[in-house]
Structure formats: structure tokens, C-alpha cells
Nanobody, 121 residues
Framework: QVQLVESGGGLVQAGGSLRLSCAAS????????MGWFRQAPGKEREFVAA????????YAADSVKGRFTISRDNAKNTVYLQMNSLKPEDTAVYYC??????????????WGQGTQVTVSS
């Protein structure tokens, strides 16, 4: 059974940084893309960033480009989201997700429980 466990969320001031981690277990993740999504109160869940199996292909939402960086360590089955220059509008629950295949923005079928990120102004 696939399990995704996020960590690294917390409270940070605007302009600060956080690094989220997501540890995956339960199967061989070869050819699995991994992504980060977020959901703010009263809003729909939105795509943040994703990375292909090899780590050479990444994609990020316009709202976070230049500030957030996604990476993965396949030896550890872990994906990271480095978040810099955080803004209050980045406040949300951040979810890790994974799926088999190369399309990065949709079709995720395994999800973590989420980690709260709060950015104060």
C-alpha cells in the first residue's frame, strides 16, 4: 500500500523559507511522478509543482516560479519542496502526491495527509 508522509510545515514570517519533505513507501516508485499541491481555506486544491521520475523534468505553477524548487532523492523515495520568499498567500495545507507516468500536472491517485504552512505578514 502506497504511503506518503509529509513533514516540514510550520509558521514563518513573510520573506522566510521552509523546506517540505515527503517520504514515500509501499512500492517501487520507478516511473512515478511526484507532485505538491496546496489548499487554502475556502479555496480549491491547486497544483504547485511536480517532478518526473528521473528528476530532470520539473514543472511549477506561475504563482511559485522563481520562489519554489522541487527536487527528489530516489534512493530515499523522498521529494522535497524548497520554498523561499514566502508570502501570506502561500498559506495553505500542502499535500504530496504521486502517480505512475510522465504527465506532471494531473492524474495523481496517491495522496499524503498534508502539512500546514502558515506565512504571517
Amino acid at each position: 500500500q502506497v504511503q506518503l508522509v509529509e513533514s516540514g510545515g510550520g509558521l514563518v514570517q513573510a520573506g522566510g523559507s521552509l523546506r517540505l519533505s515527503c517520504a514515500a513507501s509501499g512500492r517501487n516508485f520507478m516511473n512515478y511522478a511526484m507532485g505538491w499541491f496546496r489548499q487554502a481555506p475556502g479555496k480549491e486544491r491547486e497544483f504547485v509543482a511536480a517532478i518526473g521520475w528521473s528528476g530532470t523534468t520539473t514543472y511549477a505553477a506561475d504563482s511559485v516560479k522563481g520562489r519554489f524548487t522541487i527536487s527528489r532523492d530516489n534512493a530515499k523515495n523522498t521529494v522535497y519542496l524548497q520554498m523561499n520568499s514566502l508570502k501570506p498567500e502561500d498559506t495553505a495545507v500542502y499535500y504530496c502526491a504521486t502517480k505512475r507516468g510522465s504527465i506532471l500536472t494531473t492524474g495523481y491517485n496517491y495522496w499524503g495527509q498534508g502539512t500546514q504552512v502558515t506565512v504571517s505578514s
